[in-house]
């Protein structure tokens, strides 16, 4: 008989252990303490339980400052409050606290995705933790979301674990790209040119269309009007991202003609008119996201045999460029 308890003891992990101690216990009643010190010196000591972590608690929330940032902790140890709301419409059970004032009003991004397990997160207004309003919270497998945050308002952010798991934590807060929202597109010029950015916790806006026939999902904006008529080639070629690119024209991102768009190209050409003003919407293939090379380029002024470059003297050079040139209609072979 002590050898049946034996087995069927020695699995179940810290629980197990604490309650192969107890069923020892009384088995040496039973058997009058007979073989009590050898079963007795077989048990482990059950693990101490963890030490709180100091942002356990609503009161001691740690703060967080600036734009953006990240932080490291744990929720190891940690509990839940008297009076606490469930987060993410999952209960409560071993959450830790931050605090957070914008200093100015923007679109916050919160990412959990470097942490060791399944976040609940949620940001609260409020003063005490029976007493909190709810900002925005996330779903169960995600792993970030965005929130309106007002210049000068104290949030309270909670992070914890789904399934009452506990484990490393990794928060990070940032705005999204300054041309995250069509309304303030970054304006580029000239007939050819470069910029670099990112669509990093950038965000699709409410009536934005698809783009090259794919969802917006991270776009960013750029306005640019056309210099010269003429065909012009855009390119994500350095980027990060596999690109998806759009250009349009009109004033609003619900109510936009498209000119042209690609998805999983890193190229895109269409023909511009001279004094129009064209946006133009970079996004990541499949929700990519990172670092962008936006270049645009005109075609040779010289490209049509009409508008042939006109040179003169008994000898002389130039530079030029062909990329973009096209064949025209009737146009020959040459040199074969």
């Known amino acids: 008989m002590a050898k049946w308890w034996r087995t069927r003891l020695v699995k179940g992990g810290r629980h197990g252990r604490l309650r192969r101690s107890i069923l020892v216990s009384i088995l040496a009643a039973l058997l009058g303490g007979v073989g009590t010190a050898a079963a007795q010196s077989d048990v482990p000591t059950p693990d101490a339980p963890a030490a709180a972590p100091a942002n356990d608690s609503f009161a001691n929330a740690q703060l967080l400052t600036g734009a953006s940032g990240s932080v490291t902790g744990s929720n190891v140890g940690a509990t ?34 470097g942490s060791s397990f399944y976040a609940a997160l949620a940001v609260y207004r409020g003063s005490s933790v029976n007493a909190l309003t709810e900002v925005a919270a996330r779903g169960q497998f995600d792993t970030s979301f965005s929130f309106s945050a007002t210049q000068g308002v104290e949030y309270r952010i909670v992070v914890d674990g789904y399934w009452e798991e506990q484990g490393s ?41 698809e783009h090259g026939g794919t969802a917006a999902a991270h776009s960013v904006w750029y306005s640019w009007t056309a210099p010269t008529s003429g065909v012009k080639q855009i390119s994500a070629e350095g980027s990060e991202v596999f690109p998806v690119l759009s250009v349009y024209t009109g004033s609003s991102v619900s109510a936009l003609t498209p000119v042209a768009g690609t998805a999983g190209d890193y190229t895109l050409r269409f023909t511009a008119a001279a004094g129009t003003q064209y946006r133009i919407a970079v996004d990541g293939y499949y929700g990519a996201q990172g670092s962008i090379v936006l270049s645009w380029v005109t075609a040779p002024t010289n490209d049509n045999f009409a508008n042939g470059q006109r040179i003169t003297g008994s000898n002389g050079s130039l530079t030029t460029s062909n990329v973009l040139a096209t064949k025209e209609a009737g146009e020959p072979q040459h040199a074969g």
Do not use: C
């Open 169 to 209: 934590i990794a928060l990070t807060w940032a705005p999204p790209p300054a041309n995250d929202l069509f309304a303030k597109a970054q304006p580029i010029s000239g007939d050819s040119g470069s910029v670099t950015g990112s669509n990093v916790y950038a965000t699709a806006e409410p009536g934005e269309p």
């Open 80 to 113: 839940a409050e008297a009076g606490e709301p469930d987060h993410a419409g999952t209960p409560a059970t071993s959450s830790v606290w931050y605090r957070w004032t914008a200093p100015s009003t923007t679109l916050l991004h919160l990412d959990t995705s």
